[in-house]
Nanobody, 117 residues
């Protein structure tokens, strides 16, 4: 059974850092590109970061220079290191996987990130 389980969210002050994790199972992780998205209530889910099977990365302009995506194929896990957090980074964060043929998995439960003083 394919599964994505996000963790690592929490409450942090502006300027702080968090590292999110997404544990994958039920599919060949190393063959899938991985992405992080985020969503706030009442708005559409938005792209945050992507890492390919060859470890190339790209980011939304809003997080470029502050966030870093990485993957550990041995642990079937993708990470999102978030630094210099801003109030506007507050959202539910989700990961997803895309197969070589473009298929994406069902969304996991997400992990809540709240940036507040």
């Amino acid at each position: 059974q394919e599964q994505l389980v996000e963790s690592g969210g929490g409450l942090v002050q502006p300027g702080g850092s968090l590292r999110l994790s997404c544990a994958a199972s039920g599919f060949t992780f190393s063959s899938y590109s991985m992405s992080w998205y985020r969503q706030v209530p009442g708005k559409e889910r938005e792209f945050v970061a992507h890492i390919s099977t060859l470890y190339s990365t790209n980011y939304a302009d809003s997080v470029k220079g502050r966030f870093a995506i990485s993957r550990d194929n041995a642990e079937n896990t993708v990470y999102l290191q978030m630094n210099s957090l801003r109030i506007e980074d507050t959202a539910m964060y989700y990961c997803n996987a895309r197969s070589p043929l473009g298929r994406t998995l069902n969304w996991g439960q997400g992990t809540q990130v709240t940036v507040s003083s």
